[in-house]
Nanobody, 114 residues
Framework: QVQVVESGGGLVQPGGSLRLSCTASGSRFAFYVMGWFRQTPGKQREVVARIGGAGSTFYADSAKDRFTISRDDDRNTVYLQMNSLKPEDTAVYYC????????WGQGTQVTVSS
């Protein structure tokens, strides 16, 4: 069983930045495909960004040029640096670890508002 824990959400003004962190348990973290997803009320959870074990990345169109996903395998941690935040980025952000199956964190709220 892989435990996934997010942190770093909060309230930020439009144009501001936040960095989300996610730690996942297990000795094989380097082999996990890690991802960030987000969800707003009444909508399906959507992918924001993913990063493979070799560092390959994928970004949703909404995240390109503003968000950066990275990982530190020594710390079992993945990060999502979010810049130039917009009100439409407001959501609960979930971390996902994909190995033998999908593991999810509890989510962290990000609110972009003036």
């Amino acid at each position: 069983q892989v435990q996934v824990v997010e942190s770093g959400g909060g309230l930020v003004q439009p144009g501001g930045s936040l960095r989300l962190s996610c730690t996942a348990s297990g000795s094989r973290f380097a082999f996990y495909v890690m991802g960030w997803f987000r969800q707003t009320p009444g909508k399906q959870r959507e992918v924001v960004a993913r990063i493979g074990g070799a560092g390959s990345t994928f970004y949703a169109d909404s995240a390109k040029d503003r968000f950066t996903i990275s990982r530190d395998d020594d710390r079992n941690t993945v990060y999502l640096q979010m810049n130039s935040l917009k009100p439409e980025d407001t959501a609960v952000y979930y971390c996902n670890a994909q190995y033998d199956t999908d593991y999810w964190g509890q989510g962290t709220q990000v609110t972009v508002s003036s």
